[in-house]
């Protein structure tokens, strides 16, 4: 099933397919990101993914390129747990396409993405924060952010601080390096 | 109409007598006002589910008299702040804060409204007495019910202790 898809979209959309991966029957597909909004349509339209399960974003902090946007697709009239995830990447100052006029429910995911990573998207045409308040002048999920927060102020509506770490975050990262950089005391985010 | 014999004097009608008690206006005031605490539940996150049992029928919050819990600010007189209180949320709970009439007094029910508790994050505020002064610090994640009425019975053991009503109403005035 997987695989036939993933030659479906080989043979319509050629060099746009950039990879494919089948891993435990879930189908991961990266495209490019010109291209990705006619691959999204092709799948609602042509391949029977009828469902947005759900949009999100990656930051690849000090790579190239910094964006990954990751989309999760279902066949609403299938048993089998089918997934299509659809991965573009795109640059610091890239926008990708908004996909809200295929799925309506893309609109507040894409909203979401705006307000924690602060990508843009052509044409979604409500670009309001969805859960930190307008105005906030940070993008909170991008790895350059420190945990603790930074001071902002918009008054009468919400101001923000540096929480005291006092010792933490107790937060992981993947390193082969020992132990010490790998689970740090403390880690200064900035 | 019979005429009332001298030696019947009023303050012994026997009607009345065993119900007159004689003490100070404050002593009285500061009795009223600690048993009959009207609550605004400011409830935020998992802490409003145990103040919510709190209030109901095992615990009873109301054998301390502070079961009329007010959706309204200006029927209320102690503001318990249950749960996480974010940035986006921080001011609007000062405000209706600002609309509770004195004297008024502020639970800071669980870890989260007390410090922050967990979220030492861009997100939350690191407890509620950044904006508006606490008397009760309710600790737990989130408290029993227990707890939650302990922390009324010191607010109680408080206003019972506390200064004149005249005292209460001169610090409201601006400075």
Redesign the interface.
């Known amino acids: 099933m997987s695989s036939s898809d993933s030659q479906a979209l080989r043979s319509a959309f050629g060099k746009a397919i950039i990879e494919t991966n089948e891993f435990r029957d879930e189908l991961t597909v990266t495209v490019s990101r010109e291209q990705a909004r006619e691959i999204l349509r092709h799948c609602r339209d042509e391949l029977g993914y009828d469902y947005l399960l759900d949009i999100s974003s990656l930051d690849n902090f000090g790579e190239e390129p910094r964006w990954t946007m990751v989309y999760e697709l279902y066949q609403l009239g299938n048993a089998d747990y089918h997934h299509l995830r659809i991965k573009c990447h795109g640059d610091e100052d890239d926008h990708f396409d908004s996909v809200a006029d295929l799925w309506r429910t893309a609109e507040w995911h894409e909203r979401e993405v705006y307000d924690m990573m602060g990508i843009h998207f052509d044409g979604l045409e409500d670009h309001r924060r969805i859960l930190m308040w307008e105005g906030f002048p940070f993008y909170p999920l991008r790895k350059d952010f420190p945990l603790a927060g930074r001071e902002s102020e918009m008054p009468d509506v919400a101001f923000s601080d540096r929480a005291p770490l006092a010792g933490g975050p107790f937060v992981t990262s993947p390193t082969s390096a020992s132990t010490v950089h790998r689970e740090p005391r403390s880690r200064d985010m900035d | 109409m019979s005429e009332i014999a001298p030696a019947q004097h009023a303050a012994y009608d026997s009607k009345v007598e065993g119900n007159v008690i004689f003490t100070q206006v404050d002593a009285a005031i500061n009795w009223m006002r600690k048993n009959s605490l009207w609550p605004m539940p400011m409830g935020l996150a998992c802490c409003a589910i145990e103040l919510m049992g709190s209030a109901s029928s095992r615990f009873d919050i109301a054998r301390f008299g502070a079961e009329v819990m007010r959706f309204s600010p200006r029927q209320a007189d102690v503001m318990i702040v249950a749960g996480t209180v974010t940035?986006?949320m921080?001011?609007s709970v000062k405000r209706i804060w600002d609309q509770m009439p004195g004297p008024k007094w502020c639970i800071a029910m669980g870890a989260c409204a007390s410090s922050?508790g967990m979220?030492?994050?861009?997100?939350?505020?690191?407890g509620i007495d950044?904006l508006i002064p606490v008397d009760v610090y309710i600790s737990g994640c989130p408290p029993r019910p227990e707890a939650v009425l302990e922390g009324l019975m010191k607010l109680q053991k408080k206003i019972e202790e506390s200064e004149s009503a005249l005292a209460h109403f001169n610090a409201e005035k601006p400075a």
């Open positions: 940035y986006k921080a001011l922050g979220y030492r994050s861009y997100a939350v505020l690191q950044n």
